[in-house]
């Protein structure tokens, strides 16, 4: 029954439409999910940073609209730090590639990190710095994790890893925890975020230039320098560096000779043990278990933790409000899916939520069919690129020769999927003789239908129909 | 206080109203819920099928978009089956003619219903075939019942009663559980519905004919017919039958010999008895408490369950989510009266929702109240036609010489009804000095308003009030 | 965690937006909330009646529109009563002067005050009066109180003090809880409200006069005459009264020798001490701890209870879920500022809910800035003005010469509060290595920046930064 009661978020009603009927025009067939076709997209446009730069996908497209939500993707460089910032809505981390440290700052947590002199892995010069320091807890990521922060939060985060770190990043615009409208918002804490950088435009159809873009900005600089330094009981030229007017760097910084944080040592390297005792180690008391310390993180990656796994097809993951509580707050969830060679993912739909895909490796063909019975997609969907399923909206995955991995933003804590074929799927609960009925076939082809797919919804594929035809308008 | 945080749903905001502002148009006066006249509603137009028809009330009327909700009335005749769907929103079914049976397919949900050849009521050949079947749980109901189906949630119905089954069935296109926008969206699991067949307008003035229609169709044709036979592992002419594309039956199809299903056996017809028991008989341990085993269904009809009566004027029964849990995830609640001949419902208003009024028997005058002290509405609703009551709004309802009866779905799991006169009604809450200074009386006049209706909130009536005006405009 | 799950309400989605994209007009920028400027508001027109006025600030405004509220105040002469009324939506009052006294009238709840022979202050005349009366409990209330009324909730209030009684009222038009639009509406259950009264609109600007008052009438002017004689059991004469048709005297009557009820005694006024012992006196069995009730009142003025105190600076006190518990079902909560001369409240955004603010008290310049980091105001705010600042924009306070006092509400039942400034800020969360770097400045001057104001966030100030400048557009 619990399940029952996670309810869904966004209120996406028909009020263009309605405005339109008023005013004279006959126009019942538009509407925030009125979609004649979906596309697999890519970014339209980048902003260059100093290290490193954020791809942006056009949140102004129907599928978008629709789901309210943006979805954004840095690419952080190596010792790069994405400056502090908080959105007007939750937002969903999937780290693609590399390893990173970030920082969750609340308002009243405690700043739980102190530096000491008996840390033994410190330089004297770090030594003398660092005692002075204590700041709030910093958590590690890595490739597979998602991570969880909710509306208004300031975080930042750093690329401490020897590689490039890149993040998807989910905002849910259309969240009740969202009070302002839809459009993506980005309050900075620092620097000059996209003033003054270049902005790439990928390609002519992204068109109305400038408009579309995401709006942010550092938030020091609508105040007057002189209450700047008043609040902060700093001189005013130190106060003008929070505004940073003439910061060239953007808002992902090259921090030259690495961050200096105080953080607890790692044991050799021994990530993966270290993330059994939750996010920030164990929970010694009652006063800790609060917001200051819940956990925002989880690994999706494992092969280990798969939720459903069919040795000829692949694997499929779902982090929930059961997995990770603080999800239940946000009302998102995700999953990670593996497909082999060939491999299926059986026909179904999520009964309470939009799912948007972003494809992590191979490609697949997706087909996806709306409330008509019309496939308002049907192509290809190769790495790199996002695919928006409505609510509701019924697809079917047929991964390609590489095979197939993604990952899936859904929008609700708990998320219900509803198969179409296989050992848990509608079709299997409905008697035989409602099928032989329905589909004017015999019994005997009525319990082939039911029960051939013995699989529960990961199915090996011949191939034969993974060849997709082109999208189709 | 528990009563207090069952919170209401729908978010029903001014944004046509907003927009013509922001372009230049004075229109504070428009929007969602600016309704100048509520009118008695009868369905606008049906599309026929084998085995019955569908009448849809026109969704678009001002009062339907306000409350955000959505009426249509299926007449399945005997032997016909209602093809197995889902709905963007949840729905509330009423029974008003006859019985059947129903399941709702949920993916995960054991196929708890098996046959066995211990099974003393099948044929021999039902035997060998029912031998391999197994299906998801399946429910009875009849007149009087109301069913609660969640969004997303697949499920079918079948007529095997004796006479014609009619079902009025609400849906609430605005909760929250609906993601998509305000369009009620109907996705099919076979057949051919709505293709093919005749479609009635009732009235010329019904106009923009196709626009105001209901959408929908069968989901898998929108997906390859190789796909299908490979998710389901057949051959690709039974996966053709599963697009239904020359199947000339619509979505209410006839099952020439009568369904055949596993189901537990009635003990010569008790369905009286049975129904004690809940829905799906006793619930033996914890794993079965689960969404696969809710309890969907409850029965309003029945004369000694009501929850006021009043043996000169009638008996009013409410089903919420106290009484079926399932109701507090839909959000949604309904009720039933009966007033008898020339009988009056006190004057009321429901604190937290919509209320949507079909008349099942005889007729009543109504008189409807908006903010401004104005009769949106003031005449005779007959049986077979709906009125919608918005939030806030004042009520009154008086039975004609053949009485009235009515169900009442509501859009808010647990609907606060506020009454006007009577031993419950606000103007009883009010000390007799402020009923005397507000409307300039003395106070035995005062203490008389208050007092000299005794019955709560059903009352004798005279006839003498009970013929309405035509509605005025 | 439960910090957590006190979700927030209003879903402002971009609507106008959509609607004019899809109709070839590039209008991403619009929207509820593309707000260029937000003003200091001051009451745009007043409706005068018999026992004092009601001054209502343009909801119209994009401020007000954006946070989805509307903002009235009563100004009640001594012995002035406001008739008994509900809203489409949930309300908070915070009583500016004056005490009174107030129903809640539930339908269903006891009539719990009741008359008797041995009520020692009564008259003689009162005596027998008061003996056939019984009515809802009546709160009181006094200058600094905080009252909470649900959606729906039928109240009046009374001025029964020594001098005038002046209440600021808040209409969450956008809560979950209203399901008509966003209008605010106001259903009177007596009188003559609004009509035949002189309005007064208080400016030229308000232009578009008429369009942009609230609406609002006697609902029993809606019904028959003959209909409410039968539901009320009265002759049609009385009936005739409850529809006020010759009534002059408005919303706010004058009861001329003075409102007599019933209620408990005040040990000689020791109105301190009653309030300790919860809204309607001590709990005494399971069976009163219901809605009815609920404790719908709390004080926010007495400097003993303030959450954050600097006795140089000021105090800042909140009521919320916690200390209130109905305002979780009204998704609000308020709070009370104290800065003395020129003292500073630290820099900071809410990250859940929007902010109106009153100022009761002296001046203060504030700033507020948006997400592109430009000040969208930036003046003085005086005594009597309104202000809104929505979910995340960052704002900054600085007392004038005679110190600022003001009430906040805030559209979350536990708004959460992020300071950029000050012992708890976010920028204390973080290493000064991030400082540093993000800033470009030394770790000297980053561990200044953060460890200087070693205040909350009410910090004593120097005067120089806080006369502000004109707002600039």
Known sequence: MGKLFLSALSLLLLF??????????????????????????????SIRAEAGETQFWDFKNDEFQCAGVSILRHRIQQRGLLLPVYHNSPVLVYVLKGRGIFGLMISGCPETYESSQQSREQSQEDRSRSFRDRH????????????????????????DGQEELVLLVLHDDSNNANQLDQNPRSFYLAGNPGRGQEQQPYREHGSRHGEQQQQFGNIFRG??????????????????KLQGHNDERGHLILVQRGLQVIRPPLRGEEYGRREEEGYYGGRDNGIEETICSAKIRENLDKASRADI??????????????????????????????????????????????????????????????????????????EGQVVVVPQNYAVVKQAGEQGCEWVAFNTNDNAMINTLSGRTSAIRG??????????????????????????????????RSSRGRVASA
Not at 30 to 44: F, M
Not at 224 to 234: K, S
């Open 223 to 240: 105040f007057d320098v002189e209450t700047l330094a008043e609040v902060f009981g700093v001189d005013e030229e130190t106060a003008r």
């Open 309 to 382: 796994y069919n040795p000829r097809a692949g694997r499929f993951s779902t982090v929930n409000s059961y997995s990770l509580p603080i999800l239940k707050f946000l009302q998102l969830s995700a999953a990670r899916g593996v497909l082999y060679r060939n491999a299926i993912m059986s026909p179904h739909w999520y009964a309470n939520a939009h799912s948007i895909i972003y494809v992590t490796r191979g490609d697949s063909r997706m087909q996806i069919v709306n409330h008509k019975g019309r496939a308002v997609f049907d192509g290809q969907v190769r």
């Open 430 to 463: 409905l008697p035989a003789d409602v099928i032989a009925s329905a589909y004017q076939i015999s019994r005997e082809e009525a319990e082939r239908l039911k029960f051939s797919r013995r699989e529960t919804f990961l199915f090996s594929g011949s191939g």
């Open 136 to 159: 709030q807890k910093i958590g590690e990521s890595r490739q597979g994790d998602i991570v969880a922060i909710p509306a208004g939060a300031a975080h930042w985060a750093y690329n």
């Open 16 to 45: 263009g439409s309605t405005f339109a009927v008023r005013s004279g025009t006959a126009s019942w067939q538009k509407g925030e999910c009125q979609i004649g076709n979906i596309n697999a997209q890519e970014p339209s446009y």
